[in-house]
């Protein structure tokens, strides 16, 4: 195994085991205790296993999980960062659909292996974030009837 | 024969109408590859809110049915599959297609997957009732120790790592504790105020599901597929039953192998398919043909992925315990309509069970008809670029978990959970584990609380929950299931590989 997957294992696990520690930890020191009764059970064995794995990161001994490569990494954080924004600001922010709009047209954008130089790819991209929103639009607000936060346009 | 009188109730026109819908949607998403049937369920969910409790499972169901039976069409003509249930039918279909018979390949691999769909559905129907009021033996400890089986099992079977399969299973337990105690009202674990209710097991579901999807697609860039769909020439229809009639050996231990597999918690279509392939090519005189574009070993994946559907829902609807990371999704579409699986579902709510039931059988005819039309739309549909299905997944996934409670925590817990489990994945962890831990975790901790009052009250938590014949004989299989895993995990030595890596 490489380096970097190996680090990656160890930051990786090393987070699991840091979750498992607090939820051990929680699960024995808050009360009511009956309430932690079963948090109590299957925390002792969550931290077992979690420190289990940590070792075994430190030890370069993990077999299974390929980590993310550097193209990877680099291909997926704009992606997922115009959809964190999306989701935990615009969609409150602009309302449900205008957000919706401007993410699938800028993911369609970012990711769309059509050239980004001629003007018929941008016309077919504006295109398929119309029909979706017509679509979304059809199946959530007309046949579903959910009220979604509307906001500053729409 | 209970199930007879509920037969009619499929053709209502909504029902029916449902069912097609389902059918005809399933087989689209289906071709569709990095949708796969789980994720499929999972993004429905929210239109079932509106309709009643067998509508919503008529559609479910078609769709679970379908999307498994339609990866065959991106298998043989794109040779990417569908779904992880069709990879065994890529290594004749394709080069069937290649041959000029795509429209063959995809003619028999509909026929095969119906005949092994109703097989599968057949035993379903059979062994349902009878599970359903054995399950009435069980007590608390037993639930309690089921649970703990339906996590283990899968945790061990379904994941590359004992380890990390069975510490997904803890995340998930963990997770599912997350809100107000039901007994004491005790706050736990809340450290957001839209984790106050707890984790929303259908927001948990899209999330778990679609978003590490989304983030896998982002990953591959802006490179494009490079898949070309295979010209289909013209085949007649009687031909492909011929061909199916010359491979009845096929067709038998595909469906024999798909049945018995479908019932063992935590084995998947993947498994099924590539048994059934295995076996078929082993007691085959034609072995040497098979990888060349051999109809036997289509008819033999294809036969075994479908039969393996209806016995997958068995221990779900018996016993609540999903066997499969789909039957959770479809028991997470129960709970929403306040029906628990077992022998409530069928003493309480009949007409509900037996019309989803049937509509399984119906459903299995429908996708071979429409199949076999639909397979030039849906190979169509295949070569949308990831770029379009990245966003369009994510819209359903943001759309669909806020429609649950109308609330936006469920629209951040899914986002959560989602951008968690991509990294988690690439760490070796699996979903279906975590899953099945968030689902069976309240069943779980209900049982060991009201087991152990029991147990207070008479001899004790030990002799309680250690004690007695049914107990003993689940603990074996957790027991079992766990150290066959790590046995197979250490003999195989698996390595990462360099595939994995760039993957």
Redesign the interface.
Known sequence: ??TL?RL??MI??GI?AA??IW?TY?SYT???S??????R???T??VV??L??FA?ACLGW????????A??????V???LV??V???WA??GLG?YTA?AI??FI??S?????SHKELKTWGKRIL?TAV?MIV?YG??AKL??????REVFF | MEFLYYFGDVFTPINFGLLLLGTIGGLILGATPGLSPTMAVALLIPFTFQLQAAQGLILLGAAYTSTVAGGAVSAILLKIPGAPANIATTLDGHTMAQKGEGAKALQISFLASAVGGVFGVLLLIFLTPVLAKWALAFGPSHLFWLAILGVTVIGSLDSKSVVKGLLSGCIGLWLATIGFDDIMGAQRFIFHPSLGGGINIIAALIGLFAIPQVITMFAKGRKGDGAEVLKVQKHPISGAFKELFRNKRAMGIGTAVGSVIGLIPGVGGQIAGLVAYDQSKKFSPDRDKFGTGHPEGVIAAESANNAMVGPSLVPLLTLSIPGSPTAAVLLGGLLIHGIFPGTDLFDNHPDVAWTFINSMLIGQILMCIFGLYVAGLAAKVAQVPQSVMAAVVLGLAVFGSYSVQSSMGDVYVMASLGVMMYFLERFGFSAAPLVLGLILGPIAEANFIQGSMIANATDGLAPYFLGGPLNIFLIAVVIASVAYSAYMELRTKRYTSKEEILA
């Open positions: 195994m490489t997957p990656q294992h990786g696990s699991v979750v498992g939820v929680v808050q009360q009511p009956e309430a932690f009764l079963f948090p059970l299957i925390s064995v969550f296993l979690a289990w794995t075994k993990t077999k299974v999980g390929g980590g993310i490569t193209t990877q990494f680099k291909n997926l704009p992606g997922l959809a964190l999306y989701i935990f969609a409150k449900f919706t993410a699938f993911l369609l970012l990711y769309d292996p059509a398929i979706f979304m199946l959530f579903l009837t959910v009220y979604t936060p």
